[in-house]
């Protein structure tokens, strides 16, 4: 079974784009299409684990995860293809969100020690490291700050992604979102903006 254990790399979408996202964009009938295609491209395994469905842990089905190419010196993002992954290796990229909801009913902070740990594991038998950790148990709202300098010994990456890190330092207003060539600009105007949106 082919595995992308890379796409555990993915970096959390600028929080000026939060809310703003292909399936919002083009709808609930292209989404359901494009879940099912991504499901089915593996045989229903997780993309990044590679476990099946019925064999995940907290959840016998999977989540799609939309994939993008991040110029933080443009503040352009582009969307690049959907992926299929099982709960804990969705929960794993989406670490900032999971931060968020740690300790809630429903996400009990052994969960996110779980899903950490879980990632982890992924990334070590990949890499074929021992005690090696990239993200680590972090405190709630901290950021995830990539590790460039082993790029450059990773395994290679999809030809389709490229995370990059860019130059300079883009403004707030300046982030925005590319889907099918279109340019959608930013639903959150500022951080105050964010913050009041998310903390209702």
Not at 1 to 24: E, Y
Not at 138 to 164: G, V
Not at 182 to 191: D, G, T, V
Request: with cysteine; proline share 6%.
């Amino acid at each position: 079974m082919s595995k992308f254990p890379w796409l555990l790399f993915h970096p959390n979408i600028p929080k000026p784009l939060h809310g703003l996202a292909p399936r919002v964009i083009k709808g609930d009938q292209w989404w359901n299409q494009t879940k099912r295609e991504a499901k089915a491209k593996l045989n229903q395994h997780c993309w990044s684990c590679g476990v099946h469905k019925y064999d995940a842990k907290y959840h016998h089905w999977l989540e799609a995860h939309e994939c993008y190419s991040i110029n933080y010196g443009k503040a352009e993002v582009k969307y690049v293809g959907t992926c299929a992954l099982c709960h804990a290796c969705h929960n794993y990229i989406h670490d900032g969100r999971m931060q968020m909801i740690v300790g809630s009913p429903d996400f009990p902070h052994q969960k996110y020690v779980n899903i950490i740990q879980h990632g982890e594991t992924v990334l070590k038998q990949w890499f074929k490291l021992k005690g090696w950790q990239w993200k680590g148990y972090k405190k709630a709202y901290e950021p995830f700050c990539p590790y460039y300098d082993i790029y450059p010994n990773l395994p290679p990456f999809s030809d389709k992604i490229e995370w990059i890190e860019g130059e300079g330092q883009a403004n707030w207003n300046d982030y925005h979102l590319i889907v099918d060539g279109k340019r959608y600009e930013a639903k959150h105007k500022s951080y105050e903006d964010w913050l009041r949106f998310y903390q209702k």
